[in-house]
């Protein structure tokens, strides 16, 4: 048999709007842009990428549900996202119920607000993850027992932490400098922990999909079903399953609907199912292999940038001193929200835990640069650094005060 592992992620930050030196201690209305049509508006970029992706996409998935009983996948979703679905389309959260429901659609817990800050405070770390299963729990009746850590940040720690909580498998990215010889195509233990699973993404098959396939300059433009699919087929020669995992929004957002990447995608769908000995399996049907091998991360990975570090987010002193100032407020905030019974004190701080804050501050220039700007609100990394410490400063002064 030779399989697909077909996994996507669904999230959207809060972004906080263009937040003056003058509104704070004066207004800490941060994330909701009363105009609309503003860069930073949060429903428009939502209801933007809903019309352009999960629109689309969505009934991409329901229609191939229902078409192959053999089709199967993996979907991980931000606590943020959710958030704003059920604010401005609930109609995407019924219909990821009722996918859910099929027991064909596996969902993948991660950190509720897609932070970083198993970097930053382990005891935060574990409040988010617990916070995300419980609202799998509230809204699919669903308990993960497979991991992602945000942007797929992994090493032998974030390993031994992930298995405490109780899961059996992780997602992480199958870098060559930590794969060397050995394929991703198979499932390791991970070294360290007791019988911690590592599911690796095959960034090859992965980004030749998510990044390459409107690339006109690319040798294998324009990519066919057919050509993509003998591709797959040799990766998995010896009856392994390639792990393809990608953004949700590769579908209409990254590549556009003009290219055929909803038309590619269908018809590869049903050409890999017509075949006896081809399927689908979910990660957690994945991670009920037998590990083949050990395998160690001593240095964190990441599926972002060209150097798949931890730089897209800690590269700078911009992201370095934003962020360790507002970890360094957690515990008073924690105390604070307690004591006065403030719900809404706790929420914006992890509101800005969110990683895509430190994302729009990165400062790399060339084709990493040129994809951190596409994905930011904010005119630079300037400007996002100086709306964070304003949102900031509020926030300390709610605390002070």
């Not at 897209?312 to 924690?334: C, F, H, P, T």
């Amino acid at each position: 048999m030779r399989g697909i592992c077909l996994y996507l992620h669904i999230h959207q930050p809060w972004r906080f709007r263009a937040y003056s030196i003058f509104d704070v201690s004066v207004n800490d209305n941060y994330f909701n842009d009363p105009d609309y049509n503003s860069k930073q508006s949060n429903e428009r970029i939502f209801r933007k990428v809903a019309d352009k992706s999960y629109l689309p996409m969505f009934d991409l998935l329901e229609r191939n549900l229902k078409k192959h009983k053999d089709f199967k996948f993996s979907l991980s979703i931000t606590g943020v996202w959710l958030e704003q679905a059920e604010l401005w389309m609930p109609e995407l959260v019924t219909r990821l119920q009722k996918m859910v429901a099929t027991g064909r659609v596996e969902l993948v817990a991660e950190t509720y607000y897609h932070s970083m800050a198993f970097f930053y405070s382990r005891e935060e770390f574990e409040a988010q993850v617990k916070q995300q299963v419980e609202t799998f729990k509230r809204i699919f009746d669903f308990t993960p027992t497979v991991f992602r850590n945000t942007e797929f940040s992994y090493n032998d720690a974030v390993g031994a932490a992930v298995e405490k909580l109780g899961f059996k498998a992780c997602l992480c990215e199958g870098w060559d400098k930590i794969l060397g010889w050995r394929s991703p195509n198979f499932v390791y233990k991970a070294s360290g922990t007791k019988k911690l699973k590592l599911l690796l993404k095959n960034y090859r098959l992965s980004d030749d999909i998510a990044f390459r396939f409107s690339d006109k300059s690319w040798k294998d433009w324009p990519l066919t079903v057919d050509r993509y699919e003998s591709w797959l087929e040799s990766s998995c020669n010896d009856g392994e399953t390639v792990n393809l995992f990608m953004d949700f929004e590769t579908f209409g957002e990254h590549q556009w609907r003009e290219t055929g990447i909803f038309d590619f995608m269908n018809h590869l769908i049903d050409s890999w199912l017509s075949k006896e000995d081809h399927k689908f399996l979910t990660v957690a049907e994945r991670a009920n292999e037998t590990p083949i091998g050990e395998l160690s991360y001593p240095w964190t990975v990441t599926w972002a940038d060209t150097e798949r570090d931890l730089s897209a987010w800690m590269g700078n002193k911009l992201q370095d001193e934003s962020m360790s100032a507002l970890y360094a407020m957690r515990d008073k905030v924690i105390e604070t929200a307690k004591a006065h019974k403030d719900e809404r004190l706790l929420e914006d701080f992890r509101r800005l835990t969110t990683s895509d804050h430190a994302y729009y501050m990165c400062t790399k220039y060339w084709n990493d640069g040129d994809v951190h700007a596409y994905f930011s609100a904010y005119d630079s990394p300037y400007d996002a650094f100086m709306y964070f410490l304003n949102v900031l400063r509020s926030l300390e002064y709610k605390l002070d005060s």
